[in-house]
């Protein structure tokens, strides 16, 4: 029998629509692939997203959001290490082509991991108090995208 999905805290959810525009960088990435755009221009906006959208998203979860669960617990290492791993292939400058089809996988499938398992086992474990400290703290302004060179579309 397939349990009803938790309905994700309001704390949280700001966190849940950062991940899903990086499920849309994964589709940003495919698309820009399937229409033969030049590598170099998908890493441009790949690199954008990195810098304004993950890096401060990454120190939110690290700062905010994983502390609520014991550093040695393995959700926040395997959690920890796909971040350094992300990190890794968003600053690599070799072979573009190979390091995108690495980043598309490699965050979405972090991502659907947080969603579908790290985020409902925190927010099992979260205090009201931890929660309404996130929702404080982390306020986050409206996405908005870099449309300069909007290759997928």
């Known amino acids: 029998m397939k349990h009803k999905p938790l309905k994700r805290h309001k704390a949280l959810q700001p966190l849940s629509r950062e991940h899903h525009q990086g499920l849309l960088l994964s589709w940003k990435i495919r698309t820009g692939f399937k229409k033969n755009i030049e590598p170099e221009r998908i890493k441009t906006y790949a690199n954008w997203f990195f810098e304004n959208h993950l890096i401060p998203h990454f120190e939110i979860e690290e700062t905010l959001i994983f502390p609520i669960l014991e550093p040695e617990h393995e959700l926040i290492k395997r959690a920890l290490a796909e971040h350094r791993r992300l990190k890794r292939l968003f600053t690599e400058t070799e072979n573009d082509t190979k390091t995108l089809i690495k980043i ?43 449309l300069v060179d909007a290759f997928w579309t």
């Open 104 to 146: 598309e996988e490699e965050l979405e499938q972090h991502i659907r991991f947080e969603e579908r398992i790290l985020f409902p086992e925190i927010q099992k474990v979260a205090t009201e108090e931890q929660l309404l400290h996130i929702e404080n703290v982390h306020q986050p302004d409206s996405f908005e995208d870099n």
